[in-house]
């Protein structure tokens, strides 16, 4: 990790830590998927966490499977976990994930995934609302305010994706010439969002924009303009950072902006939570951490806060 990055973050939390883990704990992390970016950095943040606070750190992923979800955290307390990091397929998942969590002696902090009713003694995520806002203010921007655009969201109702989508309905409004031809979930699948980009801009051969909830997929969209000859002249915005998508930005002629969730952050976080609770200390119910708009001007500076790719 940069070691700008380090020295930042460890300011920011050092309030939050304790000295020393309790030697029979255990954290385990239980995340919906580890095939993207913003998940694997979340991961890389609670390993490395866990280690510096001492604890025995154990992950594993349930490929979108909310009944695996419940496998996975059986599992995780007959390998003697009792502190858990929880990032869910769904909201129902989560809350039952919780629920399973509790009755087996567990602590559980969850991640990416804020909600009021919550059973989960905290909570971390970001601003989802905002993070979608100011993307789709930088598309909307880019396209001189006015024409089609079209939006890229997860084929499930995650809360973080649907939260962003009303970033970027919220956005848009403020634009009376920008209207939305198409909102779909290709999800965080590259290929599917290219192929689905194509597919819009020969339905829609004006359209001028872009949008998506996540970078995977961001990087589709730029492949289905670039596919379709129209670099310069339909542009494309995303959440979520990674090296790749930061590459795209740096050329300047689709992607315009991409506003970066830091979700490194968020497992760093988690584990610190967890950590207070295994001494018996409070914690919030709600952790959000910052985020930023990155664009080509500040793009090279912001490759430096990657943790992961």
Not at 62 to 72: A, G, Q, T
Not at 129 to 136: D, I, P, R, S
Not at 176 to 203: C, F, H, L, R
């Amino acid at each position: 990790m940069n070691k700008i990055i380090k020295t930042m973050f460890t300011v920011t939390v050092a309030g939050l830590l304790s000295s020393t883990a309790m030697a029979e704990s255990k954290i385990g992390m239980m995340q919906h998927n580890q095939s993207d970016s913003f998940q694997q950095a979340m991961l890389k943040g609670a390993e490395e966490m866990s280690d510096r606070l001492g604890y025995k750190f154990i992950d594993a992923s349930s490929n979108d499977d909310p009944v695996k979800e419940l496998e996975i955290i059986r599992n995780f307390a007959k390998r003697g976990v009792d502190l858990l990091v929880l990032g869910s397929t769904t909201q129902a998942a989560g809350s039952a994930g919780v629920e399973l969590a509790h009755s087996l002696g567990m602590k559980v902090i969850t991640i990416d995934s804020i909600q009021a009713d919550s059973k989960a003694e905290g909570q971390v995520g970001g601003d989802d609302v905002a993070a979608g806002y100011y993307a789709a203010k930088n598309l909307a921007e880019s396209i001189g305010g006015k024409g089609k655009v079209a939006i890229n969201k997860f084929p499930d109702p995650i809360p973080p994706s649907e939260d962003r989508v009303k970033g970027f309905y919220k956005a848009f409004s403020e634009y009376p010439g920008i209207k939305v031809i198409a909102e779909a979930g290709p999800g965080y699948d590259t290929i599917k969002a290219m192929n689905w980009t194509s597919a819009i801009i020969q339905a829609n051969p004006d359209v001028k924009g872009f949008i998506s909830i996540e970078d995977t997929s961001g990087l589709g969209i730029v492949r289905g303009i670039e596919n379709a000859k129209m670099e310069g002249k339909i542009h494309s915005a995303t959440v979520v950072e990674s090296a790749s998508i930061y590459k795209e930005l740096q050329k300047g002629d689709v992607l315009t902006g991409v506003f970066a969730m830091h979700s490194y952050n968020y497992g760093a976080l988690a584990v610190t939570l967890l950590d207070r609770l295994n001494h018996n200390r409070p914690v919030p119910f709600i952790v959000k951490t910052t985020g930023v708009l990155v664009t080509k001007s500040n793009v090279s500076k912001n490759l430096e806060y990657l943790n992961f790719d």
